[in-house]
């Protein structure tokens, strides 16, 4: 199997405490956190390579559209320090007023391998990497660390609360700056990289000859033989094959949080919040193409459907090149001493507004009622550097060198949510004396109601004309090519599950047919560059009931008995929704179509002795 063998030890070795002391008008705080992490594992995945088919005819062909496979020993054993330090004061200026100050300290210690076996490459270094040479993209930097530390992560907390009618109407408000320790994840991905391990990859064109198919199976075809055989150093390499890095200065991410709310009190049970909260992301970490091919060298973008056809041949001879071999010619790449390099950065960046609202009723007379609705927005250019956890957007640049053009909504933005919940206790025969009150009283009835937007998803192109690789940049993520479609002005949108509102491929200029549907997406011609944005589609919304009926019979003083039935989704209404990549790459036939479902209504019934 692809992921297997694979194995983890995860150990944190940690010293905290806080101290307190109350001084007048103050409550001072300070507290320490000290963690050693150690990280041992092993990911031999791809160990036997892995094969792409851009779909089942192509599958049951044989005929891959990319192959990879990784030569090497991944067992690493990392390690980090990351300590924290924090002061913090609760000032009552006034019997109105309170100030929450406060610092936190934090340490980001240096990301090492505890044998020194992980490499990540760094552009400051340009001596030459063995007979390949030097390149734009520098050299492996194997330290101790091998990720820089960062010591100066200064966060400043400032908070208030103003009161000024004895609780009937609060003034809240709020900023602080939070950091997230570095991960793992990044060297985890890139345990794969050169001189200790290397992964060999071949684009659709060149799994031919010597290395065909049948030959890749066997684990006899001269791209397995050339790598494995340079384990441990760069021998005569030219091309050292696709790899999985990060930049070794990589800043910590960290966001500002923003908050100014007012709270008001109706009555002694009933209350009323309103909110505006932000939260603004920088230095996110993101993942994405590092080493695309050079746009110098790429055919020029076809202008038509007439050019496109008439230049194929070149488009597809281009295709073949963008992947060397082991000892291959110079590949045309801005580093033609790599294919694929994917890259984590920390070029992310993201912003959340949002108005808060909250009612809230507590316990009285029998009933407890809180509804609360938020309208929100979320943008960023890149949600998640996991392309396999953003199911549908893959968060990986369809232009390495414009990461603007991925300013988008986030992969979570939901404009709309919207969530009522109650319980009810019948106020009748709650002694429970008599018949009638055994029967009529110690019911309760209770619900959780809501009602949220359909989170967002990207529109791929697809394949086009047998190529993966439609803008012609040599990077595919997953089997996907990371060109987005194209958008239609005045074009005729689609709702999102509705069969009847999507043309057929051929109606909607998948592989150079015309749009003869005026069809809201196309495909980008050969060479280009989808002109539609991230996330420009939504999923169905989301509408669900939750009910439950539960009765309370006291049988003596100490027993009682609980009979409790939960309905979930009682009205059964139905959420169609989509997994997998078919939904929204344009060139397949299933596209803008649901293949999966929320549960429908279920009924489920306990009963409970309790003494």
């Known amino acids: 199997m692809q992921f297997w063998p694979q194995g983890r030890i995860f150990n944190v070795y940690q010293i905290s405490d806080v101290v307190s002391q109350v001084r007048g008008r103050h409550i001072l705080k300070a507290g320490v956190d000290l963690r050693r992490i150690q990280d041992n594992s092993l990911n031999d995945s791809s160990r036997r390579g892995v094969y792409n088919f851009a779909s089942l005819d192509t599958f049951l062909a044989g005929t891959p559209a990319a192959f990879s496979q990784v030569f090497g020993n991944t067992y690493r054993g990392f390690r980090m320090d990351y300590h924290g330090f924090f002061l913090q004061d609760d000032f009552k200026v006034s019997r109105t007023l309170t100030l929450n100050l406060g610092l936190r300290w934090e340490l980001q210690g240096g990301l090492a391998e505890v044998n020194q076996l992980q490499s990540v490459l760094d552009p400051r270094i340009s001596s030459a990497i063995g007979q390949a040479g030097v390149g734009v993209l520098g050299g492996f930097r194997n330290a101790k660390p091998v990720i820089e530390g960062r010591y100066s992560l200064a966060a400043p907390r400032l908070g208030f609360a103003w009161n000024p009618y004895a609780g009937r109407f609060a003034v809240r408000g709020g900023y602080g700056i939070y950091f997230d320790s570095q991960l793992f994840n990044g060297l985890q991905a890139g345990r794969t990289t050169p ?84 939260t603004k992301g920088t230095a996110l970490t993101t993942l994405g193409p590092g080493n695309a091919t050079d746009p110098s060298q790429r055919p020029a973008p076809a202008s038509s ?84 956890q953003a199911t549908t957007d893959r968060s990986f640049a369809q232009d390495q060198f414009n990461y603007q053009a991925e300013r988008g909504p986030s992969s979570y933005d939901i404009p709309h949510r919207f969530i009522l919940s109650h319980v009810w206790q019948l106020p009748f025969y709650k002694e429970q004396k008599g018949l009638p009150g055994r029967v009529l009283g110690g019911w309760t009835f209770a619900s ?20 993966a690789d439609v803008n012609m940049d040599g990077d595919i993520s997953g089997a996907f090519d990371n060109a987005r479609a194209s958008c239609v002005s005045g074009g005729t949108a689609f709702t999102f599950g509705d069969r009847s509102t999507v043309p057929a491929p051929a109606a909607r200029g998948v592989n150079a047919t015309t749009n003869s549907a005026n069809f809201k997406y196309v495909q980008p011609l050969l060479g280009n560059h989808g002109t539609c944005g991230r996330n420009t589609e939504r999923m169905n919304n989301l509408l669900n009931f939750d009910w439950t009926l539960s009765k309370n019979v006291r049988l003596y003083e100490r027993l009682g008995l609980e009979f409790r039935t939960d309905l979930f989704n009682i009205f059964n209404v139905p959420f169609l929704t989509a997994v997998g990549d078919d939904f929204r790459n344009l060139s397949s036939p299933l596209f803008g179509q649901t293949n999966a479902a929320a549960p429908s209504r279920r009924v489920q019934m306990s009963l409970r002795l309790t003494w």
């Open 305 to 388: 459907l007439a050019d496109e056809q008439a230049r194929l041949t070149q488009f597809q001879q281009f295709a073949a090149r963008v992947n060397g071999g082991a000892t291959a010619p110079a590949i045309p790449r801005i580093d033609p001493r790599f294919n694929t390099v994917n890259l984590i950065r920390d070029n992310g960046s993201s912003i959340y507004h949002s108005l808060q609202t909250e009612f809230r009723k507590t316990l009285s007379r029998g009933l407890s009622i809180q509804a609360g609705y938020t309208w929100s927005r979320s943008l960023d250019n890149g949600s998640d550097y996991s392309p396999g």
């Open 195 to 278: 001189p200790t391990n290397y992964t060999g990859s071949l684009a659709a064109a060149q799994i031919t000859g010597a290395n065909s198919f049948s030959n890749l199976l066997a684990g006899t075809a001269p791209v397995q033989r050339d790598f494995s055989s340079q384990i441990g150093g760069f021998g005569t390499l030219r091309n050292l094959g696709g790899i999985t890095s990060q930049l070794p200065q990589l800043r910590n991410p960290y966001s500002q949080h923003y908050s100014l709310g007012v709270q008001t009190r109706l009555s002694s049970a009933m209350v009323i919040d309103v909110a505006y909260v932000a």
């Open 448 to 467: 959780i109601n809501q009602y949220q937007s359909g989170i967002p998803f990207t529109v791929m192109s697809g394949a086009r004309l047998g190529l």
